[in-house]
């Protein structure tokens, strides 16, 4: 059960006749001065870095305009890195272009309406040929310029001939993604067994292994209906607290350890690290609950006795 990120597989895209992009504004001469960084979000919560050289009176929420590889993108600003954090993106941000208006909004709009249907449609296409895939996305670039859908499938499937359909029915560059099942959960959205919104929607940037063994270092149930998020994998919020488990564990003896109390010798049965204390049990099967104050009194005891 052990689980670990989900890797996606390199995209296919096919090139058709480009549509033109809706008319808009040329943007401004750059201005002198540092240009502050933001960091933009698409949709599928997936985030970018860009910067605003033409000092834009961008505030965090605003939908704006941005150059992309193959013409421009919409997102939604939400944070302002420090320079310290921008200074870690790989390449040189991109530029914000401006702040969408009402004619970027209704365009936005109206991708979306787009978007449903092509999922739609590419569904449709890949059960007439038989194709072992999942489509969970589309996503419509802003401008029309690229369409990109996204699939998951236990193995790597051939979809040359789908996108070669795609593109002929929207003329337009179109990709395909496999993605995993994280990645699906993120996209997908949804409410956690907790009853708040799911991490990965919300503030996770990058998915890290998790395995069973966080879980039984916080010894929780391994029932898997427990412990497993939407996505079908062990829950991300287990690493949250590993480290003040693992932490918290130096202060206890382990489970199947020897403990002397009043009425003799008895094993260490279980660890409660949340109520402070261990279960022992006697040679009798009776059962004694040890506070950790307890604990630590007996190992200054018995450190003394070497000093």
């Known amino acids: 059960m052990d689980d670990l990120t989900d890797q996606p597989v390199p995209e296919y895209a096919a090139d058709t006749e480009s549509v033109e992009p809706p008319s808009a504004p040329p943007p401004p001469p750059e201005k002198k001065g540092e240009a502050v960084v933001y960091l933009v979000e698409f949709k599928g919560s997936r985030k970018d870095h860009y910067r605003d050289p033409y000092h834009l009176p961008i505030r965090i929420g605003d939908r704006v305009i941005v150059q ?30 401006r702040i969408a208006g009402k004619p970027e909004l209704d365009q936005a709009a109206a991708n979306s309406q787009k978007e449903h249907e092509a999922r739609r449609l590419c569904r449709q296409m890949v059960e007439e040929r038989g194709l072992k895939m999942k489509v969970v996305d589309a996503e419509w670039q802003y401008d029309g310029n690229k369409v990109t859908f996204y699939f998951t499938a236990e193995k790597r499937v051939d979809f040359r001939q789908l996108v070669k359909d795609l593109a002929a029915t929207y003329r337009t560059r179109i990709e395909l993604r496999q993605i995993g099942a994280r990645d699906e959960a993120r996209r997908v959205g949804g409410l956690g067994i907790c009853g708040y919104e799911q991490c990965c929607t919300m ?27 939407n996505c079908g994998r062990l829950l ?32 260490v049965d279980r660890v409660q690290i949340l109520h402070e204390r261990i279960i022992v049990r006697g040679a009798d099967g009776t059962e004694q609950k040890i506070p950790l104050i307890e604990i630590k009194k007996a190992r200054e005891k018995r450190k003394s006795w070497f000093d």
Request: with cysteine; net charge neutral; aromatic share 8%.
């Open 68 to 97: 992309v590889e193959r013409g421009e993108d919409m997102g939604r600003v939400v944070l302002r890195p420090g320079p310290k954090d921008a200074a870690e993106a790989k390449v040189k941000p991109l530029p914000i272009l």
């Open 236 to 267: 991300c919020c287990l690493r949250y607290e590993s480290g003040f488990y693992q932490e918290a564990t130096r202060q206890y003896p382990r489970v199947g350890s020897e403990w002397a109390t009043e009425s003799g010798t008895a094993t």
């Open 203 to 229: 503030f996770l940037k990058e998915f890290e292994p998790v395995t069973t063994q966080l879980a039984r270092d916080q010894n929780l149930s391994l029932n898997p209906a427990k412990i497993s998020g």
